[in-house]
């Protein structure tokens, strides 16, 4: 069975601050991870993707993937008001679809 | 360039009907997915299809199928509504390439009764 695991929150971060999300994954054989930024009554959104152990940089976004601890963490520098939302973690193993947890709700307080 | 267009946007419909959801994916995308989202469940993978083949299915009853046209459109059928398929059902296409990302429509509000 393959669990993707996420904190629910809400994290609540203040303006300006780091905001640090974090994922792990039960399947060793993941083999590409996303993160997802979804506002409520929306869809999901892609912000990052990345397959390799380390960090992937996009803007204010970071990726980071370590493959032995089966963790996959997002940070978003600058937190501003709008990044406000759910952050979905999403694994992929083989030829499966995507494999969602159930999103971190992240609070920016200006 | 347009994006993963769904339609309809919402649905009600009664226990024991039927219901039809249809996605266009991006141009030039050849994988389409489909997508299962409810509060309890977040959300779960039903199929997905790439040049017209159902590529991989996930945990659903067999009353959930779908399909793909020559276009690469897709449609998701459920036969015999539950209650507990009230839900919202999204879409995503992807150029086939797994690693880069799948691009989400707007979904399907689908209100059973």
């Known amino acids: 069975q393959k669990e993707v695991e996420q904190n629910s929150g809400p994290l609540s971060v203040p303006e300006g601050a780091i905001a640090s999300l974090n994922c792990t994954y039960s399947d060793r054989g993941s083999q590409s991870f996303f993160w997802y930024r979804q506002y409520s009554g929306k869809s999901p959104e892609l912000i990052m993707f990345i397959y390799s152990n380390g960090d992937k940089e996009d803007g204010r976004f970071t990726a980071q993937l370590n493959k032995a601890s089966q963790y996959v963490s997002l940070l978003i520098r600058d937190s501003q008001p709008s990044d406000s939302a759910t952050y979905l973690c999403?694994?992929?193993?083989?030829?499966?679809?995507?494999?969602f947890g159930k999103g971190t709700h992240l609070i920016i307080q200006p | 360039k347009a994006g993963v267009t769904q339609t309809p946007r919402y649905l009600i419909k009664t226990r024991g009907q039927q219901v039809t959801l249809s996605c266009s994916p991006i141009s030039g995308h050849r994988s389409v997915s489909w997508y299962q989202q409810t509060p309890g469940q977040g959300l779960q993978f039903l199929f997905e299809?790439?040049?017209?083949?159902?590529?991989n299915k996930g945990n659903f009853p067999g009353r959930f199928s779908g399909r793909q046209f020559s276009n690469s459109r897709s449609e998701m059928n459920v036969s015999t509504l539950e209650l507990g398929d009230s839900a919202l059902y999204l879409c995503a296409s992807s150029q086939g390439g797994r690693q880069h990302g799948y691009t989400f429509g707007s979904g399907t509000r689908l209100t059973v009764v």
């Open positions: 999403a694994v992929t193993v083989g030829a499966d679809g995507l494999t």
């Open positions: 299809y790439f040049s017209e083949t159902q590529r």
